[in-house]
């Protein structure tokens, strides 16, 4: 979808001229009521449910969507009942307007110059591409993680347009150690020689050490210390017998080394630098009760909508605690809101898996629902 | 003090003409029976206490040994009492021999070419530097973190020699999640343009951009997210007012990333490259129960010290559930152990600050041992 006329950001810079990519699965009905906005976190899209099709109609591999295991025919977010909208942030890579995209202003491509965007920025330009597709309300909006933080934002900014909130493993705003984690990521990309001040693009070359080194620091964080040790644990990759060390210390030795190494790899081929500096932003300026002296339940006061907040007990980025936190805001202004803590060894990426408690508490969320 | 004779190192290797500095605090009783010897962890050197004069007598600025407060005349390791040994570890960057020193037998810059030494490796060379000094056993061995490791490697490679173990913040071996932070740390090393292979003093440069990103991550996961959130929480650096944002992906915006920026510049100034890629892989290497199918309790069978082992209740780099493993393996093979288990807010850093509880159980233990 084009949008030609500007959007103020909340930098106080606009941006013009873009586009949002978007995909939508089942029926919007005829009153227009059973629409669900699904948004995403750091490196996913638009592309939430279903497989592409190749010429052949075969489906292409590696082509389920983010969250296919939650979204679709019979699912617990069932595309039978509802109209499910699935888009590309602003800033991204994969498809919507970003820093790999050209400036219409100059005829340039952005690069760095492409305008921080917030979390808030992102809400309002979602809440503009419902306005083209004619949805004056959402049943729900949901979202885990930095998706859950724009789950949460649509209900703050938009309290009159969204009946429920689906916040998953998320958080009200960063801790000082989520900062610190993006900034080492940052700073790994920007000191990357191939970096060129984020315009590498017109030296034909691509900061990808940073990337790498970016992306293994990142799922570190996204995986319990638990499900680490039960995957890998201190298992040589290539040892005929234990303990058979190579004693070297850049070649690949643990399985952990190489399943990271092969995560960054994988990644720094496909992800934009710039635009993983401006989602890591995102989450940083992230803070609602930041305008409201760090009072959570003051910022909550417009809130109008219902709640269904999920959290992992091994979740150590956003951890159960900083969805508590949301919890008690919530209750003390009596919000209604249902609130699941799920028992799963995988940390923070468990929102993305396969958990039996886990789906049945959103299947029922979405069951009792009107549309 | 200069070895000639070679040491054969775990690899199969064998380093030879090589140097260890060491410094003693005290004094040596006559019946050399007060000997207390004090491992270093990542970053540190033997020069753990006191303060060194300049020309006029004045203490040098910042010349504080690091374990200064735990070690001296009074202190819980008490030197009136005691004959304090602290020894530079093989392959550092602080005196002994390491990779920026030449090789005898080909007269060029180790650099990357410095054998891999191991935690083992450690202990035997400072088994030798002791058999030097005339110490034929030791009172105690202590150390935190890596040094940790080191004093439980004493007790079991030369259990005659050596009546006491103080183990702090420590662990039997690393699990998958220090080994990956770990790697990420060497491969933002050694993927700095500037590394060279290793042979980078060849060259004229240093490869800082690595060596900041590592001691970036280290000192995240040095810190707890309690602390963190106490000491920066999500303060900006230079706002006038507070939640002004200055939008800018690059540009220091919150506290925390100007701390870990001007963390990583100073040890970038001061830090051995290939160092760091050395002791890294000595902790992922530490593992004594390998050799004995993980059964920790059977490794243990030959020791015959007495421990204390301490740990802090927010380290989540060694957590205190790491030192019950090592406390629950030693108290099947029924040797004499205390345990503590201090209710600290400073995560892993905590084995090296002022806790008047920490401080007490050492000096109690200290106190009660014959020497």
Same mark, same amino acid.
């Given at each position: 979808m084009h949008f030609e006329e500007p959007l103020r950001l909340s930098s106080g810079a606009s941006l013009r001229g873009y586009d949002l990519c978007y995909e939508t699965y089942g029926r919007l009905n005829a009153g227009r009521s059973n629409a669900v906005l699904v948004c995403h976190a750091l490196n996913a899209s638009h592309h939430v449910a279903g497989v592409y099709l190749d010429e052949q109609g075969q489906p292409m591999p590696r082509s389920e969507g983010w969250w296919d295991n939650m979204v679709g025919?019979?699912?617990?977010? +069932?595309t039978d009942r509802f109209f499910v909208i699935g888009v590309n942030n602003l800033g991204s890579c994969f498809g919507s307007t970003g820093p790999m995209h050209r400036n219409p202003e100059t005829g340039e491509i952005y690069g760095a110059d492409f305008p921080v965007v917030t979390v808030e920025d992102w809400v309002h330009s979602q809440a503009r591409l419902l306005e083209r597709l004619g949805i004056e309300q959402l049943a729900a909006v949901m979202g885990g993680s930095l998706g859950g933080m724009q789950a949460l934002s649509w209900t703050l900014q938009y309290p009159e347009r969204v009946r429920h909130a689906v916040v998953v493993a998320s958080a009200p705003n960063l801790t000082a150690e989520n900062i610190a984690f993006n900034e080492v990521a940052r700073r790994a990309i920007v000191t990357d020689p191939d970096f060129h001040g984020g315009h590498f693009y017109r030296h034909g070359v691509l900061p990808k050490r940073g990337l790498r080194i970016a992306r293994m620091i990142g799922h570190i964080t996204y995986l319990s210390d638990d499900v680490m040790n039960e995957k890998f644990g201190r298992q040589l990759r290539d040892a005929v017998q234990a303990a058979a060390y190579k004693y070297s210390t850049q070649e690949v030795e643990f399985q952990i080394e190489s399943y990271l190494r092969h995560q960054g790899d994988k990644f720094a081929e496909y992800f934009d630098a710039n635009t993983y500096l401006l989602i890591t932003r995102a989450l940083d300026y992230f803070d609602p009760a930041g305008a409201c002296g760090g009072d959570l339940a003051l910022a909550l006061e417009p809130v109008k909508a219902q709640f269904l907040l999920v959290s992992f007990?091994? +979740?150590?980025?956003?951890?159960p605690a900083r969805s508590r936190e949301l919890l008690k805001a919530m209750l003390d202004v009596r919000l209604d809101v249902s609130y699941a803590e799920i028992d799963a060894p995988h940390g923070h990426d468990a929102f993305l898996l396969d958990d039996a408690r886990y789906m049945s508490v959103v299947r029922t969320y979405f069951e009792r629902m009107k549309s």
């Open positions: 025919p019979g699912k617990p977010l +069932d007990t091994t +979740d150590w980025r956003f951890s």
